[in-house]
């Protein structure tokens, strides 16, 4: 795409560069003669009161014209004289029955052509800007991602019960004869660092479903309206690759309440909220698009956006568990050399009330001091 367009500039500029010089340094393409002889102005103006001006054309200080006299092609002019620039020769010509012409001067001619580049550059650079805003391919389509639910620790009843979803949107004909259908959105929070993300990541490996993944900033842009049409463009395309799930991460980026202050900032807030609870309510039963949301706070989110029948499940994402903390630390030192004697389980309880995030960056962080200490394998004191 770059490289075509960069071939597009370089056309273009060598264009106007030829028809510059064509203008410049060939001027019989302007269409008069250099055959034409010369007649003093006098003489010129007699013969026009005198009515025996059949053609004349105006070409900067010169005026070419034909004799009635003269019976010559109709296309040449066979005289010229200077041009006085009188306000009323022009208007004088016409009354008595001269064609009259005006040729363009070379500068006119250029500033016509730099005009039409203008707006070639124009009109190509907000294709550019609308295609890369806008694109078909803005939202990739993803099925394997390398992470599963065996690479999240906790969170087993959530797990369970995406999988039964994607198997109702996998079939939906068999669960709607038993009056089951797949609800449209699941709404996780909980505090960052607790692994929302990464089960999205392994949910689309999981469902076996396409998968859209997204993320608040993805909406964002410097033209107004931008946000809207990328809300209608993700979920058009979730709607062509049903049985879909669209994963939309930092939701309380883009789904905060709405607010008619009247600002920029504000009403473009408000039309992204307005197109996803559009979007939202143009889903059908078991149409096979389910809409998985995560978000720090669902307080700043609007109430409107997540009431039952939009988001139909809300999951609190916790702080790992004393048993989950274990199989964390035990997880992430697998891949770190470390001190035979060390325990999980009195770092779990050292981890207290930390994130997963923060567990495996402590982790990191005990085996760089042991890297600095001249150590191969950290130990316990390592861990802060």
Do not use: W
Not at 56 to 85: C, L, M, Q, W
Request: glycine share 6%; net charge positive; with cysteine.
């Amino acid at each position: 795409m770059k490289k075509n367009i960069r071939k597009l500039i370089v056309i273009l500029c060598l264009l106007v560069a030829v028809l510059l010089v064509l203008v410049t340094f060939v001027p019989n393409l302007l269409g008069f003669s250099e055959k034409a002889s010369h007649m003093p102005y006098t003489q010129f103006y007699q013969l026009l009161q005198d009515g025996q001006v059949e053609k004349a054309k105006f070409d900067g200080d010169k005026i070419y014209f034909r004799p009635k006299a003269h019976a010559v092609d109709a296309g040449s002019y066979t005289d010229v004289t200077e041009n006085p620039y009188s306000p009323t020769l022009y208007e004088t010509m016409l009354l008595k029955g001269v064609q009259v012409e005006v040729a363009q001067s070379g500068g006119e001619i250029f500033a016509m052509m730099l005009d039409m580049f203008f707006y070639v550059v124009f009109f190509g650079a907000i294709i550019i800007v609308f295609r890369k805003f806008i694109s078909p391919n803005t939202f990739k389509v993803v099925r394997h991602t390398g992470v599963s639910f065996a690479d999240i620790v906790g969170m087993e009843e959530l797990k369970k019960y995406m999988l039964s979803v994607t198997e109702i949107m996998r079939h939906p004909a068999d669960f709607a004869k038993k009056g089951v259908r797949a609800p449209k959105g699941v709404l996780l929070e909980g505090a960052p660092g607790n692994g929302k993300t990464l089960f999205a990541r392994a949910l689309a490996t999981e469902a076996k479903v396409n998968f859209i993944p997204a993320k608040a900033t993805d909406f964002e842009s410097m033209f107004m309206a931008i946000g809207p049409m990328k809300v209608k463009l993700l979920f058009r395309k979730a709607r062509r690759r049903s049985p879909c799930i669209v994963f939309i991460d930092e939701f309380d980026g883009i789904g905060t309440r709405r607010n008619y202050s009247g600002s920029a900032l504000e009403t473009e807030n408000t039309r992204i909220v307005t197109a996803l609870l559009n979007e939202l309510d143009g889903f059908q039963p078991n149409s096979g698009i389910l809409v998985v949301a995560a978000t720090n706070s669902i307080a700043a989110l609007d109430e409107a956006l997540i009431r039952p029948g939009r988001f139909d499940l809300r999951v609190k994402v916790p702080y790992p568990s004393y048993e989950d903390r274990i199989k964390l630390v035990q997880m992430y030192m697998q891949k770190k050399p470390h001190a035979a004697d060390i325990s999980a389980e009195r770092l779990a309880e050292h981890f207290e009330g930390a994130s997963a995030a923060q567990i495996e960056a402590a982790l990191n962080e005990a085996s760089l001091r042991a890297a600095q200490a001249g150590r191969s394998e950290f130990i316990e004191e390592d861990v802060q």
